[in-house]
């Protein structure tokens, strides 16, 4: 349950806007709650409009891996707003920016900055058809990669969250173009490529998918659609707007030594700010205009402000990071399966470094169709107990949660215990 300050200010935002919120999984819908409208935010925790405290474990659905309003992000802010705040012009600090994702992203020669998680996807997939000649896109059931058109089809995230993983208003014929297969199906994509190989433009796919809540890859699964593509002439893109920068410093694509011909990075990359990127193979980025004949465009790309939010977070990225985090993360996981395991519940945790998802639904959950067996009911009243207790945890069964390396083992001890008594009170 949300507060009484809140609950006032839903009422007057869902008069103006669409549930009341600008992007809808935050309407908390899903899980019968209102949402907590926050006041401000500062490392791990968040302040709700009552000032009511949370330990925030969504992290602005994933960026603040160091916590919100880190002293060297909101320097870098302050200190490049002073300059002016958009020029629609080239800057040295963008030049900075491509180098700095370039070292991270082996994989990637060239990159372009744009503004948002799903420019970024639409991009990468517009510049895999100009380079290949060819239209067919394939996606995974559950994954998401933004709101483009041809990439609301059995989607995840929001669109899967409220029961819309095929998306009113987009045209059949543009849905026509995009195949999509169960994820972690190697033989199904065998089969797809023998079959219409020299039809597929790309296949993209998020390396772990958060979007369904968190689904690794299995064995073998990100090398074969990069084998495949390579063998048929087709674009790889690993969707790496949450993974990027989160699972390790190079992404996914770092932790499981495979690389793909394209990826598409945001949120962390983003130092936090609207600010997102696509990049791969120079052979590919050069068919970018102004160098090839594949148009994108942005007045606000490469936005100076963002650039340097970007660049503050992204130099802090040690070592010492990430093996916070998997230490975290490993302490929530083992606390929450020794709740299950306590409660015999039918749940299972699934995680990948500081990405975890508790589902309802006994797993492993390793597709779309598994995932859809959770018990979304159960869940949304377990969150609701979570809030009651002052954890903030994503409102959907649907979506990943986010540890920061400033969460204590405290906050974690205390996660666990919130989680405990939730699982007992939402039976
Ligand atoms: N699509 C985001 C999570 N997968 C949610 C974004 C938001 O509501 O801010």
């Known amino acids: 349950m949300s507060d009484p300050k809140s609950i006032e200010l839903l009422a007057r935002a869902e008069r103006v806007i669409p549930g009341g919120v600008n992007s809808p999984v935050r309407a908390f819908r899903s899980v019968g709650g209102k949402p907590v409208f926050v006041s401000r935010a500062e490392g791990a925790y968040l302040y709700g409009a009552d000032g009511a405290k949370y330990t925030d474990f969504i992290g602005s659905w994933g960026p603040m891996i160091l916590g919100h309003a880190h002293p060297a992000v909101i320097e870098a802010i302050v200190s490049a707003a002073k300059h002016g705040t958009s020029f629609g012009a080239p800057t040295e600090l963008e030049i900075q920016f ?111 998918v958060g979007n369904m809540g968190v689904v690794p890859p299995e064995k073998g699964f990100l090398e074969a659609i990069v084998r495949l593509c390579k063998e048929h002439g087709g674009v790889s893109i690993f969707d790496e707007v949450m993974t990027g920068c989160r699972v390790a410093r190079g992404g996914m694509q770092e932790r499981a030594g495979v690389r793909p011909d394209m990826t598409t990075l945001g949120k962390i990359v983003g130092g936090g700010m609207p600010l997102a ?9 050069e068919k970018v205009a102004p160098l090839g004949p594949v148009y994108q465009a942005g007045t606000l790309s490469g936005n100076p402000v963002a650039v340097s939010a970007a660049l503050a977070l992204l130099g802090r990225l040690d070592e010492g990071v990430y093996a916070t985090l998997e230490a975290l993360g490993a302490r929530l996981e083992a606390g929450m399966r020794a709740s299950i395991e306590k409660h015999r519940v039918e749940a299972c945790v699934q995680r990948v470094g500081s990405m975890i998802t508790l589902f309802f639904t006994r797993g492993p959950v390793r597709s779309f169709d598994d995932a859809v067996k959770s018990d979304t009911k159960r869940f949304g009243r377990w969150h609701g ?25 405290a906050d974690i001890d205390r996660a666990i215990a919130a989680a405990d008594e ?5 039976a």
């Not at 990127?277 to 980025?285: L, V």
Request: charged share 20%; with cysteine.
């Open 98 to 208: 491509a180098e700095k994702v370039i070292e991270l992203y082996p994989s990637i020669e060239m990159v372009r900055a744009c503004s948002s998680g799903t420019e970024a996807c639409m991009a990468a997939l517009r510049v895999a058809r100009g380079f290949t000649g060819r239209e067919a896109i394939v996606k995974f059931e559950g994954c998401y990669h933004g709101h483009a058109d041809f990439l609301l089809v059995k989607a995840g995230s929001g669109a899967l969250t409220y029961g819309v993983p095929d998306s009113a208003g987009v045209p059949s014929a543009v849905a026509k173009g995009t195949v999509t297969l169960p994820y972690n199906d190697i033989p199904a994509l065998e089969k797809l490529f023998a079959e219409r190989g020299k039809e597929i433009a790309a296949v993209i796919v998020e390396p772990v």
């Open 277 to 285: 990127a696509y990049g791969g193979r120079r052979e590919i980025m």
């Open 385 to 409: 107990e979570m809030l009651k207790r002052g954890q903030y945890w994503p409102p959907s069964q649907y979506e990943a949660a986010f540890l920061s390396a400033v969460h204590t083992e």
């Open 422 to 426: 939730a699982l007992a009170a939402s």
